[in-house]
């Protein structure tokens, strides 16, 4: 099983904004994390969509994998540079001087490949509940028990 990566350096958000998104679909299968990137209505998420979407034009690049199988093994998103490289300064109260800061962040997405199950995606919970009523019925009936009431006894 292979992984498959994209990565989307010195993106023009913050990475607090963009690990919001990124918690959305951590996990999920690469279908239904684009099905919840597009509803979401976050500027994150238009930067996490093209890189999972890169993720998958390199997966799909080797000819083995079936791109309906793949899911969302692993994104991050880490802080990058500020964007000028140096702070800049807009004036404050009683003549100070605060700093400006224009974040970036890296978004690291790293995608899998489920493996195929041999009865489907219900093959084995069903055969276990299949199995679980004849089981009972092999099983001898206990005999039911009844608790004798307990007094106090007069001497």
């Known amino acids: 099983m292979s992984n498959f990566e994209a990565h989307h350096r010195f993106a023009h958000i913050t990475a607090r904004k963009a690990r919001y998104v990124a918690d ?3 996990g999920k299968d690469v279908n239904r994390a684009i099905e919840i990137l ?3 209505h976050k500027r994150g998420s238009f930067f996490v969509s093209r890189v999972l979407k890169s993720a998958i034009a390199n997966a799909t690049r ?3 994998v079936n791109a309906n199988r793949l899911f969302v093994r692993e994104i991050q ?5 500020l964007l000028q490289g140096r702070f800049r300064f807009q004036p404050g109260p009683m003549g100070r ?3 400006i ?3 970036t962040s ?6 899998g490949e489920r493996q195929a199950q041999a009865g489907g995606r219900r093959g084995a919970k069903a055969t276990a509940v299949a199995a679980a009523p004849a089981a009972a019925e092999a099983a001898p009936k206990a005999k039911a028990t009844t608790r004798k009431s307990t007094s106090k006894k007069q001497s």
């Open 101 to 103: 800061r224009k974040r």
């Open 24 to 26: 959305l679909v951590r």
């Open 77 to 81: 998103v880490d802080a990058g540079p």
């Open 38 to 40: 597009d509803g979401t």
């Open 106 to 111: 890296h978004i690291h997405v790293v995608l």
């Open 97 to 99: 001087a605060l700093p």
């Open 62 to 64: 080797d000819g083995q």
